[in-house]
């Protein structure tokens, strides 16, 4: 057999292992896209979080007594966990953590865009564990179906976790919800400024046809749902909920259609997206810059460790 | 609200329960701030963990002193102002570099074994309960921490240097933790505690060899066994004579809390 | 000095006693001993667990999924299955 003609048998074989539901673990024969595809998603992924970390993080100082400052540090360190979750995944695929980190560092890597906005308020902690983790965990929940078996173990894990912080998010803003005319208003103006942003979070609609990245994504179990299909899931089971609390959505044109019993909405600018995305958000170059000093002002103790250890070796 | 057995000096009591309260809480709020920050991921949790313990533990020395007062925790840590906290200045300045928060919480982490410890023949039941429980989660502090300052203190030039410097800044602060409290006496005479300053000579029997093993050195002079201190101790925390650092650090903490308070969160 | 992530270590966790270890995951750590600690942090947090074991990745000797010749019974081994014999019997046969 030619090494073309192997090569596709190869691809056949592996294609065939996904339908059949099969999961593709480290070591398997893989087909160098699926490899590329996933090392892009995983590190996109635990990027996000270790950057997700600095919107909330900010408000670990200020946090309203003693329930909700344990519960935020608790929340952000969840966080941390699972960036050091996902980078382990990513790395049974050959890459470094030195690599992955390197290229946020950089510049180069992309991450969750919805940590581009900035916190300006307690209030946004609540709207962010509550709305933001929802929209994550319905898109995450499909990955754990992921036919790649690191990642799908990785995001179980994950899930699990996140849906403690949508309750712990909920719990926030349900006594701001309920509670003086300034906490009250300080919630609304805060849903008011994460709407768009978190419905932006499954990506642009894809009417225009999928994406390559997507085509194959899709093929290979990677993504098993469109981004509208992710998008109209988080709209359809938020919405009542929002409602529910005496806050509303800063969307005139969203309501219920009997019809296809779904929630009616408008899409967000995304001609936004493609700016914050591109680095003119109004905190790309902030959260950047702080992950960047952490990442600098800790390297003597990163040294000064491996240092020690080989010290040891030496003269073991 | 429960009453404290007969023959316990109660102002006494109730001044020296404030006191461990506050000084786990400013020293849990400063260990906080690093969530997000520390030099390795793996580092950022475990030393998150070690945060909310201490947050964690002041709760439990606050809800005691709600037991005996009726006063709630939020109330007493959201609603004082600077000036009225009785922590030691210690645990009130910045979190500086890595090095200072390491050799801070160590030094602090050997404070607590000693007076926890202390507290196990303690004459109030509360208190021997209490320690206890602390010392458990405590034992894993000494360990992590025990574990970074040997190694840090003498991995590289660099770590020597940031950890001595560290060390020269934070064992003059570190004695303001053993400051002899007001109505102290009467504690030891109660059999409460046995008093700061032997706390301090415990704590300096264990602190100066372990340091010594790092390639670090505190500002004492040992002979023949006996260890005598040559620097100022920074007081004044417990008599409530703080620096501005205590004033920031409370307005951050009481920030939102002060929005609407007594209000539910 | 270089600047790395450190070495990766692979950990187990036993729940309790009487269960056998289960893999749970991968850390970064500058030696065996943080290894165990960090382990603690990132893996037991919440899960109940007694025991912990940490070893380098670099000393884990594995099999390779693309040799699967390694794990292959094409022969017949029912010889092995319980099944494939009789049990012992109560009652007498009178022959």
């Known amino acids: ?316 | 609200m429960s009453d404290l057995p007969a023959g316990l000096p109660r102002e006494q009591l109730l001044r020296y329960i404030l006191a461990l309260a506050d000084d786990e809480l400013m020293l849990g709020h400063r260990n906080s701030e690093w969530t997000g920050h520390s030099p390795i991921l793996e580092e950022d949790i475990a030393f998150s963990n070690i945060a909310q313990d201490e947050l964690g533990h002041s709760l439990v020395w606050y809800t005691l002193y709600e037991q005996l007062t009726g006063k709630s925790p939020d109330s007493m840590a959201f609603e004082r102002g600077w000036q009225d906290f009785s922590c030691c200045r210690f645990v009130t300045y910045p979190r500086g570099d890595f090095a200072y928060t390491v050799v801070r919480q160590y030094l602090f982490d050997e404070a607590e074994y000693v007076r926890l410890s202390s507290f196990g023949r303690s004459s109030f039941p509360a208190f021997k309960d209490i320690a206890g429980k602390l010392l458990r989660e405590e034992a894993y502090h000494l360990m992590h921490l025990k574990g970074l300052v040997t190694r840090l203190g003498d991995a590289t030039d660099e770590s020597h240097r940031r950890m001595q410097a560290a060390l020269d800044a934070a064992f003059p602060q570190s004695l303001g933790i053993f400051e002899k409290l007001e109505g102290e006496d009467a504690l030891m005479a109660a059999g409460v505690f046995p008093g700061n300053e032997v706390s301090q000579r415990e704590w300096l029997q264990r602190v100066v060899p372990v340091l010594a093993s790092a390639s670090l050195k505190p500002p004492v002079n040992t002979q023949n066994g006996t260890s005598s201190i040559n620097c100022t101790p920074d007081l004044g925390g417990r008599q409530g004579k703080h620096t501005e650092h205590l004033n920031h650090l409370v307005d951050d903490l009481q920030l939102v809390y002060r929005i609407a308070p007594g209000a539910k969160w | ?95």
């Open chain 3, 1 to 95: 000095m270089t600047d790395t992530q450190w070495e990766t270590y692979e950990v187990f966790h036993q729940s309790k006693k009487g269960d056998p270890h289960m893999y749970v995951g991968s850390l970064h750590a500058p030696d065996p001993e943080m290894a165990l600690q960090m382990a603690r942090d990132q893996f037991a947090r919440r899960l109940k667990c007694v025991s912990l074991w940490v070893v380098r990745t670099k000393d884990i000797t594995a099999t390779d999924y693309q040799n699967d010749d390694f794990f292959a019974q094409t022969t017949d081994k029912s010889y092995r299955d319980p099944k494939a014999f009789d049990a012992p019997t109560k009652e007498l046969s009178h022959e």
């Open chain 1, 1 to 316: 057999m030619s090494a073309e003609k192997a090569n596709d048998q190869k691809l056949a074989d592996f294609e065939a292992k996904i339908n059949g539901g099969e999961k593709i673990e480290p070591g398997d024969w893989m087909p160098d896209e699926y490899r590329k595809n996933l090392i892009r998603m995983m590190s996109q992924h635990a990027h996000s979080e270790i950057v997700g970390q600095l919107p909330e993080g900010k408000w670990i100082p200020y946090a309203p007594g003693f329930r909700r400052k344990l519960t935020l540090v608790a929340k952000v360190q969840d966080e941390a966990g699972h960036g050091q979750l996902l980078y382990s995944a990513a790395e049974t695929l050959g890459v470094t953590r030195e690599q992955m980190l390197d290229e946020l560092l950089s510049g180069k890597a992309k991450y969750a865009n919805v940590f581009n906005y900035p916190t300006p308020t307690w209030a946004d902690v609540g709207v962010i564990g509550w709305l933001v983790d929802t929209a994550a965990v319905i898109n995450q929940t499909m990955l754990a179906q992921s036919s790649y078996g690191p990642y799908a173990r990785a995001m179980k894990r994950i899930c699990y976790e996140e849906s403690f912080h949508i309750k712990q998010g909920y719990d926030a803003v349900v006594a701001l919800a309920k509670g003086t005319p300034e906490q009250q208003s300080m919630v609304q103006d805060s849903i008011n400024r994460w709407w768009y942003p978190t419905l932006m979070m499954s990506g642009p609609p894809e009417s225009k046809g999928l994406s390559v990245h997507s085509q194959l994504a899709m093929r290979w179990k990677i993504k098993t749902k469109t981004n509208e299909q992710v998008r109209q899931e988080f709209v359809d089971h938020i919405v009542p909920q929002i409602r529910a609390l005496g806050m509303d959505v800063p969307d005139k044109a969203c309501r219920y259609d009997e019809k296809t019993g779904h929630w009616h909405y408008t899409q967000p600018d995304w001609e936004e997206l493609k700016r914050v995305v591109n680095g003119d958000g109004p905190c790309n170059k902030e959260r950047l810059e702080m992950r960047r000093r952490a990442h600098d002002e800790g390297r003597w103790v990163r040294e000064a460790l491996a240092a020690k250890q080989r010290a040891k070796e030496v003269t073991a």
